[in-house]
């Protein structure tokens, strides 16, 4: 049963970032799934009811929901072989993860944060969005006021040079021009993640942000049937 994480999950990040070697890893492995891993499954457990009751196709099963602790540090310089923190991504069971609608929690060293997102092109989702902004603004309008009212601020990568169309709600400036989108909760105090309660927590806000869901996962059919 899920209690709240521990201080041990941020010394063992701790422990990695200045530690991030095989040998290490080899010699604190099963620290690791004690202190790091095995927290995060019994959280993504505990809150697999409230996600399968938003959408019976999210994939709930902690090995697909959790990060790898290992980097592909195939295309970077930083060839450090391990992740610092881990992140749960909760989507669509059997999709590809570029350019698709998830929920995501994460705990840093620096920071914590949940939201729900959109990263990676998908140029057809974000084309049919915005079509249905200019059909019924007031839909999106009603979305961005519910996602504000729970706390969550939305932002995202824009295409520079795109037109606004006349007439669109000031409301909507920020968002028409998305290439990616992400609706993020604001004001967390980190002490949260050290009680039971942060499962109710993001529970109710993951839940609060349902209608965004349900608009981004219908979208990004329409994306997959066009590209």
């Known amino acids: 049963m899920f209690q709240g994480f521990n201080?041990?999950?941020l010394s063992f990040c701790a422990d990695i970032r200045f530690n991030n070697n095989k040998a290490f890893m080899d010699e604190h492995r099963q620290e690791y799934y004690q202190k790091m891993r095995d927290p995060y499954y019994a959280f993504?457990?505990?809150?697999?009811p409230a996600m399968l009751a938003i959408d019976g196709?999210?994939?709930?099963?902690p090995h697909k929901c959790l990060s790898r602790i290992n980097?592909?540090?195939r295309y970077t310089k930083d060839k450090s072989p391990y992740r610092d923190h881990h992140w749960v991504a909760f989507r669509q069971a059997a999709i590809p993860k570029d350019g698709m609608p998830f929920f995501w929690f994460e705990i840093r060293l620096e920071e914590i944060s949940w939201g729900l997102g959109v990263w990676g092109e998908n140029r057809p989702m974000f084309d049919?969005?915005?079509r249905r902004m200019e059909a019924d603004p007031r839909e999106m309008q009603h979305i961005l006021?519910?996602?504000?009212?729970?706390?969550?601020i939305v932002d995202g990568q824009r295409w520079k040079k795109m037109k606004l169309p006349e007439g669109l709600p000031m409301a909507l400036?920020?968002?028409?021009?998305?290439?990616?989108?992400?609706?993020?909760?604001?004001?967390i105090d980190p002490s949260w993640i050290f009680e039971p309660t942060i499962v109710d927590r993001v529970a109710?806000?993951?839940?609060?942000l349902k209608p965004v869901w349900k608009l981004l996962r219908g979208l990004s059919d329409i994306g997959e049937e066009t590209v």
């Open 128 to 130: 049919a969005l915005r």
């Open 173 to 187: 400036a920020g968002v028409y021009p998305c290439r990616t989108i992400y609706f993020e909760k604001q004001n």
């Open 7 to 9: 201080s041990d999950l």
């Open 145 to 152: 006021q519910l996602a504000n009212d729970a706390g969550f």
């Open 204 to 208: 109710k806000d993951f839940t609060a």
């Open 44 to 48: 993504i457990q505990a809150l697999a």
């Open 57 to 61: 196709e999210i994939e709930v099963r």
């Open 71 to 73: 980097r592909d540090t």
